[in-house]
């Protein structure tokens, strides 16, 4: 049964710096794309940072490049999301979800993501 269970999520001022951790279960996670994904109130979710499991590419949101960094740790089958110089447009519930490797190529689109972990809320804020 495939899970993903995100963690690290809370409550940042602003220029500050948090890390989210997802933990996968149930499949074999080399054969993925894992990525980070978020949904603000009344917006649509969209992609923030997603990674090839097996060979490490990675693809980012151009309204997260140069402050957010994802990497993998396959051993530990968990992907990291380590975020800085927050602002409050980053304020979102943030999933990590999973896909097959072969559907999702270089997308980081919600839509093509089939498994989804529960989300952890991330606030930016004074």
């Known amino acids: 049964q495939t899970q993903l269970a995100e963690s690290g999520g809370g409550l940042v001022q602003p220029g500050g710096s948090l890390r989210l951790s997802c933990v996968a279960s149930?499949?074999?996670?080399?054969?993925?794309?894992i990525g980070w994904f978020r949904q603000a109130p009344g917006k649509e979710r969209e992609g923030v940072a997603c990674i090839h499991m097996y060979e490490g590419k990675t693809v980012y949101s151009d309204s997260v490049k140069g402050r957010f960094t994802i990497s993998r740790d396959n051993a530990k089958k968990t992907v990291y999301l380590q975020m800085d110089n927050l602002s409050p447009a980053d304020t979102a519930v943030y999933y990590c979800?999973?896909?097959?490797?072969?559907?999702?190529?270089?997308?980081?689109?919600?839509?093509?993501?089939?498994?989804w972990g529960q989300g952890t809320q991330v606030t930016v804020s004074s």
């Open positions: 149930g499949f074999t996670v080399d054969y993925y794309v």
């Open positions: 979800a999973a896909e097959l490797l072969y559907h999702a190529a270089d997308t980081c689109s919600a839509p093509i993501f089939e498994s």
